[in-house]
Nanobody, 115 residues
């Protein structure tokens, strides 16, 4: 089992920056891909960014050049640094850990971009 807890969501003005985090505990050794997804109001959940066990990253075109995914292995924490935020980035952000047999989700953290 893996437990995921997101934090750091907030209200931020357009053009601003925010870093959200996902603290993981449990059988993390079984995980091979860690990712962020988001779900905006009235929208389907969508992929944002991912990082593999080998350190390769992949970022959605909509956030490329603005968002950066990173891992702090010592603290079992995943971060998403978000810069140049836009109102369309408003969403609940979820962390997602994928293993060979199971996929785990956190409860989400709200990010609102508004003036």
């Amino acid at each position: 089992q893996v437990q995921l807890v997101e934090s750091g969501g907030d209200l931020v003005q357009p053009g601003g920056s925010l870093r959200i985090s996902c603290a993981a505990s449990g059988s993390i050794f079984s995980i091979y891909t860690k990712a962020w997804y988001r779900q905006g109001p009235g929208k389907q959940r969508e992929f944002v960014a991912e990082i593999t066990r080998g350190g390769s990253t992949n970022v959605a075109n909509s956030v490329k050049g603005r968002f950066t995914i990173s891992i702090d292995n010592a603290k079992n924490t995943m971060h998403l640094q978000m810069n140049s935020l836009k109102p369309e980035d408003t969403a609940v952000y979820y962390c997602n850990f994928r293993g060979a047999l199971r996929t785990y989700w956190g409860q989400g953290t709200q990010v609102t971009v508004s003036s």
